[in-house]
């Protein structure tokens, strides 16, 4: 058999088993995977001995900014850090300026990206108060893979839907078999919270989190699934913090209902009292909970009650979160995390918290499927694009702002060591990353319809 590229000697993980074998790649497709390369005749051959090769990590939450808000982060920047980090497919957030709520703006977003991307991407359409009757065309005139809708103000800009809106969304959804991704939290209260807190003079960074305690995220998960199973729309709930939330998902889930949950790298880092030492630059939405939630959520993830991943990669400028030093309230939302989605996971896996095939299905083949982009993304089998990550599971590195690749200058995970680091990310069998820096080129990324 003849090959482009033949990887030798790695451990080749997928969602249900590993063996050392050898995987042969043409015409940027995987074109085998055997057991010895013996008999192969490959342009080049790369030895991976005591490596892993997993499937490309797809990151469904990304907030590329782009168009809009270049201070804040770019197509370039962001899928620079998505090479560095694993993420061979990057779906980018409806959540710019202009956000995409209408199949024209849609197609714009898309001009802009053609010929700047290093890695593949999506885009996912928007949902709002305002853009109810673009719903069903901007569901069947697309190929967004979901569209991205709020129950509460994230950020005020984008809009959010009450729960009438919700529920002529979801029934509109439904009868294409469409997608609700929805950040879940309750307005009203968190209002109110809010409202009372800066009425009591607290500026604190613990002020923000005692604005949204964890009964604020899982009253709406609960609202969101009555509406999914009243609907039967197929929904993702977004950047689910809660281990109760998780449960009561799971739970609708053994029902029958059609509704997936997503959590992210910060929920299995970060605790609560850590926002006391980062203050702004650790503020997002829903917040950090407390301990012992962090450690159910890595038990409900080598469980199975998380069915994605998503970094909910969102930077601003640095003059945009300062302000938040002082009073915690003046800075935004929003967290960067591309570069570190891998190494979070990976460093669970050292430390016995999930296994890789766990790994590989919340981080790739779990969002092909639920975004519609399986069979062509999100395995290693022959004929699938050959999207790769090697990884060195045995290479313990601390982040530093030089792996950075994002236009994102801070980054709350500088100074943590983590075990279990990608090497070398292959988009379509093109060598996009190695070692931390770039090998590919703006342009080599292609835009990835949902075919469902
Ligand atoms: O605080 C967050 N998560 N900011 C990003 C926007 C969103 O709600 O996903
Ligand atoms: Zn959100
Ligand atoms: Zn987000």
């Known amino acids: 058999m003849k090959v482009d590229t033949l990887l030798t000697g790695g451990m080749i993980v997928t969602a ?8 042969g790649i043409r015409d940027g497709r ?26 490309g990590a797809i990151d469904a939450h990304v907030h590329f900014q782009d168009p809009g808000s270049p201070e804040r982060e770019d197509l370039e920047h ?10 061979t497919t990057a779906i980018s957030q409806p959540v710019n300026n202009p956000p995409v709520f209408d199949v024209a703006t849609y197609r714009e977003t898309l001009a802009g990206y053609e010929g700047r991307s290093y890695v593949d991407y999506g885009l996912h359409g928007g949902a709002s108060s305002g853009n109810l009757d673009q719903i069903e065309l901007l569901w069947t005139e697309t190929g967004a893979p979901a569209l991205k809708m709020m129950m509460c103000y994230s950020p005020k800009s984008y809009g959010m839907v009450d729960d009438g809106q919700l529920y002529r969304i979801m029934q509109i959804l439904q009868k294409h078999d469409g997608l609700a991704y929805i950040h879940a939290e309750n307005q009203a209260i968190v209002e109110t919270l809010e409202k009372q807190l800066r009425a009591e003079g607290r500026t604190d960074p613990l002020s923000y989190l005692a604005s949204r305690p964890s009964w604020v995220e899982t009253e709406a998960v609960r609202r969101a699934l009555i509406l999914a199973e009243q609907t039967g729309c197929r929904v993702i709930l977004a950047h689910v913090s809660c281990a109760d939330s998780l449960e009561m998902i799971g739970e609708a889930r053994g029902r029958g209902v059609s509704v997936f949950a997503e959590s992210c790298p910060h929920f299995f880092t970060f605790i609560d009292e850590d926002i006391v030492e980062h203050g702004p630059y650790l503020k997002f939405s829903p917040v950090m909970r407390d301990e ?44 960067p995390g591309l570069e570190v989605l891998l190494p979070v996971l990976l460093d669970g896996v050292s430390r016995g918290q999930l296994s890789m095939e766990r790994l590989v299905e919340v981080t790739s083949l779990n969002p092909a499927k639920i975004y519609g ?74 835009y990835v319809s949902r075919t469902n």
């Open 30 to 55: 995987v074109a085998c995977l055997l057991d010895s390369a013996a008999g192969v005749d490959a342009q080049q051959v790369i030895d991976v001995s005591g490596k892993y090769i997993i499937p």
């Open 292 to 335: 012992p939630n962090l450690r159910r959520l890595w038990e409900l993830l080598a469980g199975g009650a998380v069915q994605t991943i998503g970094s909910d990669h969102c930077p601003y400028a640095p003059e945009e979160k300062t302000p938040g030093l002082t009073n915690i309230w003046d800075a935004p939302n929003g967290v």
């Open 16 to 23: 249900q088993d590993r063996f050392v074998g050898a995987l």
């Open 78 to 87: 962001g899928t620079r850090a998505c090479a560095v980090g694993g993420i």
């Open 373 to 446: 982009l399986y069979p062509r993304k999100g395995h290693l089998s022959p004929g699938a694009d050959a999207d790769l990550v090697v990884v060195d599971p045995s290479l313990v590195k601390t982040l530093d702002l030089q792996d950075l690749q994002t236009k994102c200058p801070y980054s709350p995970y500088l100074g943590k060591t983590f075990r279990g680091w990608p090497i070398m990310t292959m988009v379509r069998g093109v060598s996009v990353a190695e070692g931390g820096a770039i090998t590919g080129a703006a342009g080599h990324g292609r």
